[in-house]
C-alpha cells in the first residue's frame, strides 16, 4: 500500500477485475497476503496467521472459484479481494450452493462501498453459474461481518464450532 495513505477513497478509480491466470494471482499475491493479514487481525482466531499459510490459503481460493476469483484495484493496487465457488456442496441444505469463501477489504478503507462492490460482483458470478441460493461462514463473534452480510440479504443459518453459517436466497 501507498506510504501514508488515508483511506480517501474516490469510487470512480475502483476497478474490479477478475482474477483468471495463476501468473494475475502472482502479481497480487504479496498484496493479497497483507490485506489478508491487515483484515483479520482483530479476529487471528478465525484466519491463517502466517505469510506462508495465507499463500496457500489464496492458492486453494484461486483454485476452487472457477473464475470467481475478484480484486478490487484503486490506481492499479489491490484494495479487496473476493473468492467465490459456484461448485461447493453445502452439507447442511444437502445440494451445490454458490459459495463466498472470503471477502477482503483493506481496513482503513472499510465502510466506503468496496465489501458492498466485491459482494454484488460474486452474487452476480454465481446467479450466473445458476444459483439461487448462496452461502457463506462468519465467525460467530464477528458481528460487523454479520452485521454487513445481514443489510445485505443474507440470514443466519446453523452454527457450527465458532462458525456460523449465512444464506442469501435469490429470486
Do not use: C
Not at 473464475?67 to 441444505?93: C, K, N, Q, R, Y
Not at 463473534?141 to 440479504?153: C, R, S
Amino acid at each position: 500500500m501507498k506510504a501514508g495513505y488515508a483511506g480517501v477513497i474516490n469510487m470512480e478509480n475502483i476497478e474490479i477485475i477478475p482474477v483468471t491466470e495463476k501468473s494475475t494471482l502472482s502479481n497480487f499475491k504479496k498484496y493479497l497476503i497483507k490485506l489478508y493479514l491487515e483484515a483479520y487481525s482483530s479476529f487471528p482466531e478465525y484466519a491463517y496467521n502466517h505469510p506462508r499459510e495465507v499463500k496457500e490459503y489464496l492458492q486453494w481460493l484461486f483454485n476452487h472459484s472457477q473464475g470467481g476469483f475478484f480484486v478490487a484495484l484503486e490506481d492499479a493496487m489491490p484494495i479487496g479481494f473476493i473468492s467465490t465457488d459456484p461448485s461447493w456442496e453445502d452439507h447442511w441444505l444437502g445440494e451445490k450452493v454458490g459459495e463466498i469463501h472470503e471477502i477482503v477489504v483493506s481496513p482503513s478503507l472499510q465502510k466506503k462501498g468496496i465489501g458492498t462492490l466485491l459482494l454484488k460482483k460474486g452474487i452476480e458470478f454465481l446467479q450466473e453459474k445458476g444459483h439461487h441460493t448462496i452461502g457463506l461462514w462468519v465467525g460467530i463473534e464477528n458481528f460487523k461481518a454479520q452485521d454487513f452480510y445481514k443489510k445485505h440479504g443474507f440470514t443466519p443459518g446453523p452454527q457450527a464450532g465458532k462458525w456460523l453459517r449465512m444464506y442469501l436466497k435469490l429470486k
